[in-house]
């Protein structure tokens, strides 16, 4: 990669687990990494559990709203992380993949939002590292 690294956090609803993640990324990456996120079929809000989940570990995403995942964004994007889209994700040749299982937390409780918190800051952390090695 060359210059800015772009990602893209990819879920179905960008209501959750996505919008975790670009707020993982955000916050730990401050502007040294170009954050996007998207889902395939965007949710009408944030999931409010997400927000109080993010909200104890001081990040705030309230200012994010769901949005539609577009071929620009996902071509413009360096890395492309999926979690759940299934087969509404594109593909782009040269592009770096992951996928990333994990719960998806609509209708979970607080407690299980926490995990995925959680699980989704290691990732962002290790995403963040090899970021770091391949500029």
């Known amino acids: 990669m060359i210059g ?3 990602v893209l956090f990819v879920c179905v609803h ?18 040294a990494v170009e954050v ?3 889902g395939s079929a965007p949710a009408d809000r944030i999931n409010p559990v997400a ?32 979690m759940g889209c ?6 782009f040749p040269g592009k770096r993949y992951e996928d990333w299982q994990l719960t998806d937390p609509a209708g979970q409780p607080l407690d299980v939002v926490r995990q ?3 699980d989704v800051r290691a990732r962002v952390t290790e995403l ?8």
């Open 4 to 6: 800015k690294p772009s």
């Open 36 to 38: 996007r996120s998207a």
């Open 14 to 31: 960008n209501a959750g687990r996505s919008q975790m993640a670009a707020g993982w990324l955000r916050h730990l990456a401050g502007d």
């Open 128 to 135: 963040l590292a090899d970021l770091a090695q391949d500029g």
């Open 116 to 118: 995925v918190r959680d």
């Open 86 to 91: 299934g087969d509404a994700c594109p593909t």
């Open 51 to 82: 927000v109080e989940a993010m909200r104890e570990v001081g990040i705030d995403i309230t200012d994010q709203t769901p949005v539609r995942l577009t071929w620009d964004a996902a071509e413009a994007s360096d890395v492309i992380v999926t």
